[in-house]
Nanobody
Framework: QVQLVESGGGLVQAGGSLRLSCAAS????????MGWYRQAPGKQRELVAR???????SYADSVKGRFTISRDITQNMVYLQMNSLKSEDTAVYYC???????WGQGTQVTVSS
């Protein structure tokens, strides 16, 4: 089964940027949609962005225009570029492969106001 490892989280001031990375242990992009989810304290996990096998992207309304999901098929990497961060973006961010419902361990993003 593929393994996913997230990195790139941290503490940033409101208005700042971060780029999250998700490393897959093998090429899964040809068979699976990939997604970034987040879970804030006391809230349910929610979908932030996803990219399909053929590269179509979609976003939650709350992040449209600020976040961008992308991938590097040659490196087995998925990225989430986050700009104009807000305090409400604070959460643990998870990478997901829909095929097999595989999750990474998560990376914490904290936005200070």
């Amino acid at each position: 089964q593929v393994q996913l490892v997230e990195s790139g989280g941290g503490l940033v001031q409101a208005g700042g940027s971060l780029r999250l990375s998700c490393a897959a242990s093998r090429n899964i992009f040809s068979i699976s949609t990939m997604g970034w989810y987040r879970q804030a304290p006391g809230k349910q996990r929610e979908l932030v962005a996803r990219i399909t096998r053929v590269g179509f992207t979609s976003y939650a309304d709350s992040v449209k225009g600020r976040f961008t999901i992308s991938r590097d098929i040659t490196q087995n990497m998925v990225y989430l570029q986050m700009n104009s961060l807000k305090s409400e973006d604070t959460a643990v961010y998870y990478c997901n492969a829909e095929a097999g419902n595989v999750w990474g361990q998560g990376t914490q993003v904290t936005v200070s106001s």
